[in-house]
């Protein structure tokens, strides 16, 4: 009886040592990298039996000059960690493809941009452009075009204003001065600002047009769905003044 009781004791101490010592609940054994051994059903001191399983193991190990990991690499595991790196490999090469892939697509559409003020500076220029068909190329059929005073109209009304504007433009000139672009899967957008000088019935009209062109992919090209102009106030006082003009000339017409 009384070699019971003293191991009572010795065991009750001996627990109150280890929490002191070791502290309690599950955080701090995952962060020391220790297992934590299998819970037997009816046991009747979990806690005591964990931490005595521990500082037990931290004792062979420290012995040994290892680590918590065991310290080597076991020949069963090398198949598993060269699937691990083949994966993280397979992972970057997929990651560089995309922006690759990205990296064209912008390009891409910069180039389209390019090209269809390449032509519209041809069509503004007595260059015998079918303006509809340069539109029907480089836009949707269904697309808006928000111009710089305001108005949303569809494509077709922009089609019909420039055909009745060629006949009064001479001299016509444009350049691309800022340009970016964001391609994001199947869509994407660019903005740029566009300067154009030319002559309108005689007029030099010099103009600023920071725009916007949202983009679609449509197989190996990029259309424009949707299109947005903003100016500045010294172009849009010189489109007052050709319009006051115009209404002059009417006015001494009739």
Not at 5 to 27: E, M, P
Not at 92 to 113: H, R
Not at 125 to 138: E, F, I, K
Request: proline content about 2%.
């Amino acid at each position: 009886m009384k070699r019971f009781f003293l191991s009572a004791i010795s065991k009750t101490s001996c627990h109150a040592r280890v929490k002191t010592r070791s502290g309690c609940g599950n955080d701090k054994k995952k962060k020391e990298g220790l297992s934590l051994p299998r819970i037997v059903s009816g046991s009747p001191e979990p806690e005591s039996y964990w931490h005595s399983h521990d500082l037990a193991r931290l004792g062979r190990l420290s012995a040994k000059g290892g680590s918590a990991s065991g310290g080597k690499i076991r020949r069963k595991d090398i198949p598993f960690l060269i699937w691990n790196v083949v994966l993280l490999l397979a992972l970057i090469g997929c990651e560089a493809n995309q922006q690759t892939d990205v990296a064209q697509d912008e390009s891409l559409i910069q180039g389209e941009i390019q090209e269809f003020h390449r032509i519209l500076k041809k069509a503004y220029n007595g260059g015998g452009v079918n303006t509809d068909s340069l539109y029907d190329t480089y836009f949707d059929k269904d697309s808006y075009y928000v111009t710089a005073w305001g108005i949303s109209e569809p494509i077709d009304s922009t089609k019909k204003r420039l055909r009745s504007a060629i006949r009064h433009i001479k001299d016509y000139e444009n350049r691309i001065e800022i340009m970016s672009t964001k391609v994001m899967g199947n869509g994407g957008y660019v903005f740029f600002v566009l300067r154009q000088d030319y002559r309108n019935d005689g007029t030099l009209v010099e103009e600023y047009l920071p725009t916007t062109f949202v983009m679609e992919r449509r197989e190996e090209a990029w259309v424009v769905i949707h299109a947005q102009r903003s100016t500045d106030y010294e172009t849009m006082q010189q489109w007052v003044q050709l319009q006051k003009m115009r209404e002059e000339q009417g006015k001494n017409i009739k």
